[in-house]
């Protein structure tokens, strides 16, 4: 199960940082001033256009004064909507006819044709002012139409190319800057993925994410059909049942449930400021927001209860595999210091001393065995279960690798064991006791696939700030296909020797060196056999020696 916990206390924080700087976002329009300020503006607009007209010459007012007139009133459509533009158009029409048609200073026409010229200009200026802002307004509704399909591309690849918990920060993000809201929280309720990811002020966050007060809530819309199209749901005003104590946040707070059939799986949170009014355009955009969300939510719990389907197919895996190692290879051991034993009990049969001697070798040697196979699994389950911490001390692993060596001259008394490393080395941070348990297992997997009176070689340098351990045998190798799983527990390489062993000691000692910090590999030498190498890290000792001991 997922259980993370994310706010961002600040715009533009967040994964989409990563895709602003491919690709600019749209500029949003800058939201519209007030209604007496577009009013007030037009009128503003018609007063420069009578004062560029008085300059004119007096032959000039009429024709000319009409033509200044209208690019006002044009301008007015480009920069506010229809209805400024309405009033520019009758506030230039009487002005034209009050300061530039004699008698000046009247409402009067004298003349016929000045009436058809002043009603043409009425005309025309309602006309092309209504053209005019229908166009501005054709112009805004594209533009935000391609900022919306630029975010619902972006909230796709967020959510299918980052780890879940981020993509929803970067879409909280987004959609904060898209629906200019002080916060955007997401939240995701849903048994395998437990989430949440926030954007906006600390303050606007807290308010959001409670959701306390009246608030606006997204109704389901229509769902598309093959004979007819969808459609995004109306906003719904709601009023708490109850009022908390304290001040109300000063915040329009609005919830867009997040759905999968008939399941909710979370809600998008917005709080937005108390001049702002959240639309059609607002509702189209967060119903398809809250279904991409929900694919990416039922992809994520998909995923989650994959991995957890994994985690139990290995897990029984394992199980059968360590209960087929305890069963073969704990059994075979314990057969042979049973009937050593039991050969030794019986009082009927005078066995001689080398008899005698003879059944104690084998109990000793058997007991060896199945204590290592012990060692290996306990070893591998503290691994495993990432509480192993080696007791690091200064020492030479020079002498290390000797000891091991000592303590194993009778198994490799049939070999040839060669020793390439310096009398004295240099002293580096390891655990003795695990070092010398990984070249012991790596010596002892060197002697079983080496036949009688073949070599192993047994080589330790120190270059790059590591200390490289290499241990190489003159048996079969390793097939090509087996060198990637080698170190897998419980694994045994194809061969005569395959049945053999516990396959836990290749992984104990990669267990042993990764936790160390360093690496552990296996290759093919050049005299065809196995070549196994250890490197840790060595880096070169400053300061006074006795400050190591």
């Known amino acids: 199960m997922i259980q993370t916990l994310k706010d961002e206390g600040c715009e533009g924080s967040g994964p989409y940082n990563r895709i602003r700087t491919m690709e600019p976002i749209i500029p949003r329009p800058s939201r519209l ?30 024709t000319s004064g009409a033509l200044v007139y209208l690019l006002a009133v044009l301008a007015v459509a480009a920069l506010w909507d229809r209805g400024p533009a309405i009033l520019a158009s009758v506030v230039s029409f009487v002005a034209l006819d009050f300061m530039f048609i004699e008698p000046r200073f009247t409402l009067s026409i004298s003349s016929a044709d000045e009436w058809v010229a002043l009603v043409a200009y009425l005309v ?6 209504q053209l005019a802002a229908g166009q501005r307004e054709r112009y805004l509704d594209a533009e935000a139409r391609e900022r919306e399909a630029r975010l619902l591309h972006d909230l796709t690849d967020l959510l299918g190319a980052t780890p879940f918990s981020t993509a929803l920060s970067g879409a909280c993000d987004r959609l904060r800057a898209e629906l200019d809201a002080e916060a955007v929280v997401i939240v995701v309720d849903v048994d395998e993925v437990r989430t949440r990811a926030a954007a906006g002020h600390p303050g606007a966050i807290d308010a959001t994410a409670a959701l306390t007060g009246p608030q606006t809530v997204l109704g389901e819309g229509r769902t598309a059909t093959a004979e007819r199209s969808g459609r995004a749901g109306r906003w719904l005003r709601v009023a708490p049942a109850y009022r908390p104590a304290g001040a109300m946040p000063r915040l329009q707070l609005a919830r867009v449930a997040i759905r999968r059939g008939n399941d909710e799986l979370g ?89 005698r001697g003879d059944f104690l070798v084998t109990i000793e040697q058997e007991a060896t065995r199945l204590n290592r196979i012990v060692g290996n699994l306990l070893d591998l389950g503290r691994i495993q279960g990432g509480v192993l911490v080696p007791a690091r001390q200064w020492h030479d692993p020079a002498l290390v690798v000797r000891e091991a060596l000592h303590r194993l001259a009778d198994a490799a008394s049939e070999h040839d064991v060669v020793l390439d490393a310096p009398a004295e080395m240099a002293p580096i941070f390891i655990d003795p006791v695990e070092l010398d348990q990984v070249i012991a297992n790596l010596v002892e997997n060197a002697i079983k696939y080496t036949p009688p009176a073949g070599m192993i070689i047994i080589s330790v340098t120190r270059a790059d700030d590591e200390l490289r351990i290499t241990i190489e045998d003159s048996g079969p190798g390793i097939p090509r296909t087996a060198l990637p799983h080698v170190f897998e527990p419980f694994y045994r390489a194809p061969g005569p020797h395959a049945g053999s062993g516990s396959g836990l000691g290749l992984a104990v000692a990669e267990g042993l060196i990764r936790a160390h910090g360093g690496r552990i590999w296996a290759e093919n030498g050049a005299r065809g056999g196995a070549a196994f190498t250890i490197a840790l890290p060595a880096p070169a000792i400053e300061g006074p020696a006795e400050l190591i001991e």
Not at 124 to 129: D, E, G, M, P, Q
Not at 327 to 344: G, K, V
């Open 267 to 355: 809600s998008i949170r917005i709080g937005w400021s108390m001049q702002r009014r959240a639309g059609a355009r607002e509702a189209r955009l967060l119903d398809t927001v809250a279904g991409q969300l929900a694919a990416a939510i039922e992809r994520e719990r998909l995923r989650a209860q994959a991995t957890e389907t994994e985690a139990l197919r290995r897990a029984s895996e394992l199980k059968s595999v360590l209960l087929d190692a305890v069963s073969h290879d704990l059994r075979t051991p314990l057969s042979a210091i049973l009937a050593s034993a039991d050969s030794l009990l019986q009082e009927d049969v005078a066995w001689s001393a080398d008899d």
């Open 124 to 129: 025309v200026a309602v006309v092309t002012s």
């Open 33 to 62: 001033p007030s209604a007496s300020a577009r009013y007030g503006g037009a009128l503003v607009v018609c007063a420069v256009a009578t004062a560029v007209i008085l300059v004119l010459p007096r032959a000039l007012w009429l």
